[in-house]
């Protein structure tokens, strides 16, 4: 089994940064992959950055090229999501994701290739 704590979410005004954190605790050796994903409300939970838990491949959403940034620390067993440059409709609860099979990348902008979700954090994103 696989933990997955999110952090960092809250309100922050269009333009503005935040950074999101996901702790990992548990059988992280088994993780191949970490992913974020988010869910604005009435809509379906969707891709926005994905990276190879110990490598440095990382994978993005179009809308979020340039403005957003997915990191490791292995040492600490977290991932971070760096979110810069903020529009009102990034608004929604962000999730971290951990994929432990051993996937093509192009299966990492689906939620069901990942097999462990933290409980999701909020962001608001005010005009």
């Known amino acids: 089994q696989v933990q997955l704590v999110e952090s960092g979410g809250g309100l922050v005004q269009a333009g503005g940064s935040l950074r999101l954190s996901c702790a990992a605790s548990g059988r992280t050796f088994s993780i191949y992959v970490m992913g974020w994903f988010r869910q604005a409300p009435g809509k379906e939970r969707e891709f926005v950055a994905a990276?190879?838990?110990?490598?440095?491949?990382?994978y993005y959403t179009e809308s979020v090229k340039g403005r957003f940034t997915i990191s490791t620390d292995n040492a600490k067993n977290t991932v971070y999501l760096q979110m810069n440059s903020l529009k009102p409709d990034a608004t929604a609860d962000y999730y971290c994701a951990a994929m432990t099979g051993i996937y093509s990348p192009t299966r990492y902008f689906r939620l069901t290739a990942y097999d462990y979700w933290g409980q999701g954090t909020q962001v608001t994103v005010s005009s």
């Open positions: 990276i190879r838990w110990r490598g440095s491949s990382t």
